[in-house]
T-cell receptor, first 115, second 113 residues
Framework: AQSVAQPEDQVNVAEGNPLTVKCTYSVSGNPYLFWYVQYPNRGLQFLLKYITGDNLVKGSYGFEAEFNKSQTSFHLKKPSALVSDSALYFCALARNAGNNRKLIWGLGTSLAVNP | DSGVTQTPKHLITATGQRVTLRCSPRSGDLSVYWYQQSLDQGLQFLIQYYNGEERAKGNILERFSAQQFPDLHSELNLSSLELGDSALYFC????????????FGPGTRLTVT
């Protein structure tokens, strides 16, 4: 069965420092992987996705993520965090073939960027 | 602005009642998804429609039902409401299959008293 895990409920980082929000997955076959961000009292916003091709994916607001097949990870990164990056981040996974291609969501990681 | 609209923005109702939440997808999107978000259960996928037909089901209660109309808007019906149904309900839309990103509406906050 496919699954996605965000091992950290909360990540704290100082403004200007690099940030990483972790995501690991389990799937038979090749995955589609997504990152979304949710600001308070708002709907989720798409940040970036990995479908195929380059393992380093660049997305909105200066975020990027690296697909690592051997470690089954898709960590979200940003070189220099902003206070405005403080939000809830969700990783999501779908299979790219076969049955049951429903999107599976992680539980979310709350990112706090301290000034 | 994602291009997905949801109405109403807020809804307060009593236990046992029935409500209907409405969603209009982005122009050109064929898939509509419904989600429930609460503090204790996080983001829960409820159901997906694609071009009028049910495509996938998640943790949707039997008291809840949804449909997608020929103009592609969708409605989520919640009946025999319980206090525990109080949550944010999001609609999202996408072009179609699982490789496409979803665009979320602003949500409907349902409070059951």
């Amino acid at each position: 069965a496919q699954s996605v895990a965000q091992p950290e409920d909360q990540v704290n980082v100082a403004e200007g420092n690099p940030l990483t929000v972790k995501c690991t997955y389990s799937v038979s076959g090749n995955p589609y992987l997504f990152w979304y961000v949710q600001y308070p009292n708002r709907g989720l916003q798409f940040l970036l996705k990995y479908i195929t091709g380059d393992n380093l994916v660049k997305g909105s607001y200066g975020f990027e993520a690296e697909f690592n097949k051997s470690q089954t990870s898709f960590h979200l990164k940003k070189p220099s965090a902003l206070v405005s990056d403080s939000a809830l981040y969700f990783c999501a996974l779908a299979r790219n073939a076969g049955n049951n291609r429903k999107l599976i969501w992680g539980l979310g990681t709350s990112l706090a960027v301290n000034p | 602005d994602s291009g997905v609209t949801q109405t109403p923005k807020h809804l307060i109702t009593a236990t046992g009642q029935r409500v209907t939440l409405r969603c209009s997808p982005r122009s050109g999107d064929l898939s509509v998804y419904w989600y429930q978000q609460s503090l204790d259960q996080g983001l829960q996928f409820l159901i997906q429609y694609y071009n009028g037909e049910e495509r996938a089901k998640g943790n949707i209660l039997e008291r809840f039902s949804a449909q997608q109309f020929p103009d592609l808007h969708s409605e989520l019906n919640l009946s025999s409401l319980e206090l525990g149904d109080s949550a944010l309900y999001f609609c999202a839309s996408s072009r179609g299959g699982p490789s496409y990103e979803q665009y979320f509406g602003p949500g409907t906050r349902l409070t059951v008293t």
